[in-house]
């Protein structure tokens, strides 16, 4: 990662004590930064390694701080201070390397056969990662999803705008744990600043971090359009479990905030080192664990459903395509989900006259859900009996009152309030959990 200050408001490195003057370099990127030589939290542990055995190295998610709120381009943002940290007994060390520039560069894990900085190769594991040329103002090689930065709250998910990471040895972490040496070994300047380059190489040494701190670029979450209340912010390294490692227990940080839509001050509530999610706590937790046990949902990112964002077209599509098992389809029946990722489950929806599209030949998978849409999905993908009592009083002039009469018939919806059924009002991915639940689980 590049450490581009992008405003003034970055501190100073005259403002800071306790700096090694061979530090600010980083690497030799050319772009001074400021770092840090206390060791700021406290490390867990790390086991030794056995005689011949392989050295695995442990990355560590360290508490989140320096939370604040400041705009930038014109958009409101959370900032904070991240760091990643290496608790085991062996070298964290990635290497990219392609053929040719037309070809993605690949992402392979070193892992070393002792704890010490110059131990003999003991297996190279290609991983699931990838590395991407970042010109962006940070002019270097990034491995994408090295960590994840999450909010969630009664108004929805929403993710963090850092997904690369060119990591480093930047702070000095724990420097007590077996095989940790007091300098620096990997530098920024490993992970190329050369688009054309094939290949490179990242790591973080037992026992150092790289600290992100919170005036970096990208190192925020866009909470411009998120009101006033209160929040967690979780943060994850290895999300997507590509990288072996002797511990998957120590990977996730979190914090409980709150702030208002008027000022730009954060109030941190609590803080703890779970992988918290944004499901389990919320009334719709059982019904999004068989969800996700019956396989009708893999979620929206690791350990999280966006239990509070509205549902769309499109993930309705799916949703009810793995609920149902629907069969294959080679007709292609609208004309504008040809970019969706549920284009499949799309045709199949049509394919099995669940769904004839919002119009003109096209689906709208983009569009949020409506109750009364929801009502006619399950109303034909279950093909309810009929009924002829008429529940609720707001829906006499909706197209769905029938689906939203036989919804309630079978005891699938209950409506939004006594003697309504608010048939406009979108729907949520945890309501959209629960109307499944309730229709398909026998």
């Not at 990219?96 to 131990?119: C, E, K, L, W, Y």
């Not at 005036?215 to 411009?224: G, R, S």
């Not at 944004?278 to 009708?296: C, E, K, L, T």
């Not at 009364?372 to 009083?393: H, I, K, Q, S, V």
Request: proline letters at 5%; one cysteine or more; aromatic letters at 10%.
């Amino acid at each position: 990662m590049s450490r581009w200050l992008p405003s003034s408001t970055a501190p100073s490195a005259t403002s800071r004590a306790g700096r090694l003057a061979s530090w600010l370099l980083r690497g030799g990127l050319g772009v001074c930064l400021v770092v840090g030589l206390s060791i700021w939290v406290a490390p867990r542990a790390a086991a030794p390694v056995d005689a011949g055995a392989e050295a695995l190295p442990d990355l560590d998610m360290t508490p989140l701080r320096d939370f604040q709120i400041q705009w930038v381009n014109g958009r409101r943002m959370l900032r904070f201070t991240a760091a990643m940290a290496n608790a085991g007994v062996g070298q964290f060390e990635l290497r990219g390397s392609r053929t040719s520039t037309s070809q993605p560069m690949q992402v392979n894990q070193v892992i070393f056969q002792t704890s010490g900085r110059d131990a003999p190769i003991a297996r190279i594991v290609p991983t699931g990662a990838v590395g991407k040329w970042s010109g962006d103002g940070h002019n270097h090689w990034h491995v994408q999803e090295m960590m994840r930065y999450d909010l969630w709250g009664g108004h929805g998910t929403m993710r963090g705008a850092k997904v690369g990471f060119c990591f480093l040895d930047s702070d000095p972490w724990n420097l007590s744990l077996p095989g940790a040496v007091g300098s620096f070994y990997y530098r920024g300047s490993w992970c190329s600043t050369d688009p054309n380059a094939l290949s490179n190489k990242m790591g973080i040494s037992i026992g150092w971090s790289d600290e992100y701190e919170w005036y970096l670029a990208w190192q925020w979450i866009d909470i411009t359009d998120v009101p006033g209340g209160t929040y967690t912010v979780r943060a994850n390294v290895d999300p997507y479990g590509f990288f072996e490692e002797s511990s998957e227990t120590n990977q996730c940080r979190w914090v409980r905030l709150s702030f208002t839509g008027a000022s730009n001050q954060v109030n941190v509530l609590a803080a703890g080192s779970e992988c918290a999610d944004d499901w389990r706590g919320s009334p719709f937790g059982a019904d999004i664990g068989w969800m996700i046990d019956a396989g009708i949902s893999t979620g929206c990112g690791p350990d999280l459903f966006c239990t509070y964002n509205r549902i769309t077209r499109g993930e309705m599509a799916a949703f009810l395509d793995r609920a149902l098992v629907l069969p294959p389809t080679p007709t292609d029946y609208f004309t504008d989900d040809e970019a969706s990722p549920f284009e499949i489950s799309i045709n199949r929806l049509a394919a099995a006259g669940i769904s004839t599209g919002c119009g003109g030949g096209r689906y709208c998978p983009n569009a949020n859900v409506t109750r009364g849409e929801m009502a006619a999905y399950l109303d034909r993908a279950l093909e309810l009996a009929p009924t002829a009592n008429d529940y609720f009083t707001d829906d006499e002039s909706s197209i769905f009152e029938i689906s939203i009469n036989r919804l309630a018939a079978s005891g699938i919806a209950s409506g939004c309030a006594e003697g309504i059924f608010c048939p406009t009002t979108t729907v949520l991915r945890g309501e959209t959990a629960a109307f499944l639940h309730r229709a398909l689980d026998d």
